[in-house]
DNA sequence: AAATGTATGTCAGAATACTTACATGAGTCA
DNA sequence: TGACTCATGTAAGTATTCTGACATACATTT
């Protein structure tokens, strides 16, 4: 604390901590390098990384609505629907034109769909796999566990 | 479509893992959740995020160029540029019109970037230590160590 | 039934970041 | 010196994602 504020040249000119001991950095760092990992694997697919993102949500949840596309990808609705358009023209996906019930338009792979999804699941989880190799199974689970401890302290005192 | 591979519904159906287990979904979900709280704890002080970053690059490496803060922020030079443009016109940092040696403009930050930046960090400190909060230090180490190690493991191999 | 609140889908525009491309300066090597 | 390589800065165009806005459909309340 303390907010004398007028002779704390500390603010700027103290080296805080060092970047790489800094778990935010790190974060940025290596999800930053596993996204162009994903990118690379995925091209001979014509696959994006969010689209892999999508697809994926898709075969967990058959029938999803795009909101519900959206949350599980933690994009807008208005992003989702762009991607979901996407893979709709190349008959990755189905969609029906007019709602039964509510307004949700529920989602489903086509077959073409599923092919493209399991070669692409095969390389991603390749990429995965290379990812947590140097880890032992304790500290992954260790590691996994922290992580949602972390984003639930973010969360719970956020309105919204 | 139909081919004689109908009977290995394997592929799609199998429920493979649940999602919260995966490293690389607790990263995104992580990285999501941070992102959207510092812009938030930021635009009381008109900056986002990749903005902060540029500053607090700056102050750790005062006299940058352009490329190394790209490079540091995980980001293009061309998209650094715009961050530095934006960030020049509203006198928060500096960079000389020519070059004195090679092509590199060396950036520093002026009193007033210094001045927004410390507001910013005291900021985000907060929220890094919130998100955190719920490690202790030997599990924050580890964590850390673990990053790392994954983020090894997966630039080694990449011929980028 | 009418009003309200909530959730969905979608359009339009702006912000953001990337890819491709080119010119310039410096270092290396013949 | 000249050719080659590499890194930098920048421009133009594209792609991606967001914010703001609006209409629709259902549930709840009055």
Same mark, same amino acid.
Request: charged share 20%; net charge neutral.
């Given at each position: 604390m303390s907010q004398g504020s007028e002779d704390h040249n500390a603010g700027t000119c103290e080296e805080p901590v060092e970047l790489e001991s800094l778990l935010g950095y790190q974060l940025k760092h290596l999800q930053s390098a596993l996204r162009s990992t994903m990118d690379e694997t995925l091209r001979p697919l014509e696959l994006t990384t969010p689209q892999y993102n999508c697809l994926e949500q898709l075969r967990r949840r058959? $029938? =999803? !609505?795009n909101s519900e596309l959206a949350r599980g990808a933690f994009v807008t609705r208005q992003t989702m629907n762009t991607l979901v358009r996407g893979l709709q023209e190349r008959g990755l996906i189905t969609r029906p =034109?007019? =709602?039964? !019930? $509510?307004?949700v338009l529920p989602t489903r792979l086509t077959s073409a769909g599923v092919e493209v999804l399991d070669q692409a699941v095969s390389r991603v989880e390749a990429v995965s796999a290379r990812m947590v190799s140097p880890l032992d199974d304790e500290t992954r689970t260790i590691v996994t566990e922290a992580l949602r401890r972390c984003i639930a302290a973010l969360e719970e005192a956020e309105d919204g």
């Open positions: 058959p $029938g =999803a !609505s =034109a007019t =709602a039964e !019930s $509510g307004r």
